[in-house]
């Protein structure tokens, strides 16, 4: 996902999957728009970002923090809770989805 990321930050079109949840049903899902919001985090577009998701930003910190940590550092994972962690992120993002539901913050809907 980095990588392909990556690659769009570069400006290269790639033909990602669209939602299939806002295709079927016109809703979007707790993670539409997740990728673009960490997109404009890599360029540096904070405003954007967290307009379009804001579970984008933090999303970039800790893939980088992983990167460092596993990739550079080849450390093994911190003993902490990640079920736990993984849950309340979980539950976060679908309470932060229904909110926005509600609101009808979602930004301009594409096909």
Do not use: K, N
């Not at 728009?33 to 967290?50: K, M, N, V």
């Not at 993002?93 to 913050?105: E, M, N, S």
């Amino acid at each position: 996902m980095t990588i392909v990321l990556a690659l769009r930050a570069w400006g290269l079109p790639l033909p990602l999957p669209g939602c299939p949840l806002r295709a079927l049903t016109g809703i979007p899902c707790p993670t539409c728009f997740l990728t673009r919001s960490a997109l404009a985090t890599l360029h540096g577009d904070l405003g954007e970002a967290l307009e379009l998701h804001l579970f984008g930003p933090p999303l970039v910190v800790g893939g980088l923090w992983l990167a460092l940590v596993q990739g550079l550092l080849g450390r093994p994972l911190p003993a902490w809770p990640w079920g736990r962690i993984a849950l309340g992120l979980v539950l976060a993002a679908f309470a932060y989805w229904l909110v926005r539901l509600a609101q009808g913050t979602f930004p301009v809907q594409l096909p």
